[in-house]
């Protein structure tokens, strides 16, 4: 004899309401579903055989709040403290000066790379007498790094031109 408590009838039932579930008829109308027969039948639905279907609703998204007017409300993310304008002063100066510096180490390594490349005949050095490859693959490794300065070059005067200008 089996004696069934409280809890874990409720749990045998809890168990055995999903395949009850299962065996409701699901209309699809369009790019919409339903398991109301009245609704599918006034719509046109057709009933969908087989499989189990799970549809899972996109969250709505959040209602936005009007833009608020000023600087300060377009470039500030929500929630983001307030900086005193000669705190941001200073920040800016010290970015300015970070990308000074390394727009002179760019310069520099940039003439450093130019005359060792020659104007794309650089000295030939060690084992390159006797491997012209190694020669032709240093000169590319050459015109690459020289690109690849000349474009860092180009990316920190951008970011210098979008600094507020020095007071």
Do not use: W
């Not at 055989?49 to 500030?76: C, K, L, M």
């Not at 012209?132 to 690849?148: F, G, P, T, W």
Request: proline residues 8%; positive net charge; contains cysteine.
């Amino acid at each position: 004899m089996l004696l069934v408590t409280g809890a874990l009838a409720a749990a045998l039932l809890a168990l055995a309401a999903p395949s009850q579930a299962q065996s409701t008829r699901i209309y699809r109308c369009g790019n919409e579903y339903t398991n109301n027969p009245q609704d599918a039948q006034l719509r046109g639905c057709k009933p969908i055989d087989g499989g189990n279907v799970t549809i899972i609703e996109a969250p709505r998204p959040a209602p936005q709040a009007a833009p608020r007017t000023g600087s300060a409300a377009a470039t500030s993310p929500a929630g983001s403290p307030r900086v005193e304008s000669a705190e941001q002063r200073a920040r800016d100066a010290e970015a300015r000066t970070i990308l000074e510096a390394e727009l002179r180490k760019a310069e520099v390594r940039l003439t450093e790379l130019q005359k060792e490349y020659n104007n794309g005949e650089p000295e030939k050095v060690g084992p390159e007498f006797r491997n012209h490859q190694k020669y032709l693959d240093r000169v590319a490794e050459l015109k690459a790094a020289i690109s690849r300065t000349e474009s860092d070059i180009a990316g920190i005067r951008r970011e210098i031109a979008r600094l507020p200008p020095r007071s």
